[in-house]
């Protein structure tokens, strides 16, 4: 008896137990049965849900595509039309501005095809101008001669350019014998008013000064601006010792008292002035003027002013002259229209006279003559009968 409680105690746990495991049994079961269950449907509308997506996939596709085409094509219509009315001005000043490059470069063109002739022009002078200096300086160097025809001939273009004409204000190698009988012949002799003579030579230095300015040394320069000053003052004591500014005394008129030395190259006249300071206040002391192309020609316009000032002043000296011998004529042409008006009317009285006589006096030369007519005289010819019938009258008032 005392065992039937715990056998049953242990019976009851044991079928609890086992009803506990069957019913997890039986519940995994249906979990699991539930579970598969569901797993095929999720499975199933995963399947449906894919399929569906693919469809709605490709039917977005299409009507995107769809879309984007008609917004392409609109877009590109909208773009082409407001791209259209961007460009066209564009366009057109893309056009304009490709005429007016054409028209530069044509012109351009043009323009240097003539500045390469000008350039080969140029080319061509300047090639000849030093041909012709290098021959002029060939001959300048070779010939004492030809440097003195050089020099003449600049002092004759400066002449020429003052406005000084030959024969008239200047005379070139007037050859004249001075009072010992020597014959003198100056390289120019500029007139001035009063018969006054101013006398110029032309002297060129060139082989020193040449030397001087092609030296390639300090001490080959100085020595060849010693030789330049040499000659220069050289010059100076030849021209004194002539004594050009008596020469012209003789004649009508006196010569200026000083003789004009001209150095026709400039750069050598500065250098030789600058180089020695008392050059020119010696040669001064000896009646000698040193002058530079430059400075002849202030003085040769100074010439050609005074000649202006004289013409003016014999110009008005002329048309006095001439005002008195108008008005005297004119004095005797008055008395002698006044002389002819008297004889006019002393012909005039004359005249009227001899009319009374032949046409209007009693018993007129016109009136007899129709008397004889009318007694039967036949003449081949008529008086005017205005004539006629003034000389009636006038024989029947008187």
């Known amino acids: 008896m005392d065992s039937s409680p715990l056998l049953i105690a242990a019976a009851l746990l044991l079928g609890i137990l086992v009803g506990i495991a069957l019913h997890r049994w039986l519940t995994a079961g249906a979990v699991e049965a539930r579970v598969s269950a569901a797993t095929a449907a999720a499975n199933e509308k995963l399947r449906l849900l894919e399929s569906s997506q693919a469809t709605l996939t490709e039917q977005f596709r299409a009507i995107a595509a ?83 025809n050089w020099g003449e001939l600049i002092l004759q273009r400066l002449l020429e350019s003052a406005g000084l004409r030959e024969g008239f204000e200047f005379d070139l190698q007037d050859a004249q014998r001075n009072d010992d009988g020597q014959r003198q012949q100056p390289d120019c002799v500029v007139r001035l008013p009063e018969s006054r003579r101013l006398v110029i030579d032309a002297k060129v230095s060139l082989l020193a000064f040449e030397r001087y300015a092609t030296a390639d040394t300090d001490a080959a320069r100085d020595a060849a601006l010693r030789e330049h000053l040499q000659s220069l003052r050289a010059h100076v004591r030849g021209l004194a010792e002539r004594r050009y500014e008596k020469l012209y005394e003789s004649l009508q008129g006196t010569a200026i008292d000083f003789v004009v030395l001209f150095v026709p190259i400039e750069p050598a006249f500065t250098v030789a002035v600058t180089g020695d300071d008392t050059l020119f206040a010696d040669a001064w002391s000896r009646n000698v003027l040193l002058v530079s192309p430059s400075t002849l020609l202030f003085v040769l316009r100074t010439v050609s002013y005074l000649w202006r000032q004289e013409a003016q002043s014999r110009n008005a000296r002329d048309i006095a002259e001439r005002g008195a011998q108008l008005y005297d004529k004119l004095a005797g042409f008055v008395q002698d229209l006044e002389a002819v008006g008297t004889k006019l009317d002393a012909a005039r009285d004359s005249h009227a006279a001899a009319l009374a006589k032949l046409a209007t006096g009693r018993g007129n030369v016109i009136r007899q003559a129709e008397l004889l007519r009318e007694l039967g005289v036949k003449p081949s010819k008529a008086l005017p009968k205005g004539l006629v019938e003034g000389a009636g009258e006038g024989d029947e008032v008187s």
């Open 66 to 148: 769809d879309v984007t085409e008609g917004n392409a094509r609109r877009f590109a219509e909208q773009s082409q039309t407001n791209l259209g009315l961007l460009l066209d001005p564009l366009r057109q000043r893309l056009v304009e501005f490709q005429q007016k490059v054409d028209a530069v470069y044509v012109a351009d063109t043009q323009d240097r095809a003539a500045l390469k002739e000008q350039v080969q022009q140029l080319l061509v002078l300047n090639r000849t101008l030093s041909d012709d200096a290098q021959r002029l300086t060939s001959a300048l160097r070779g010939s004492v001669k030809a440097q003195g």
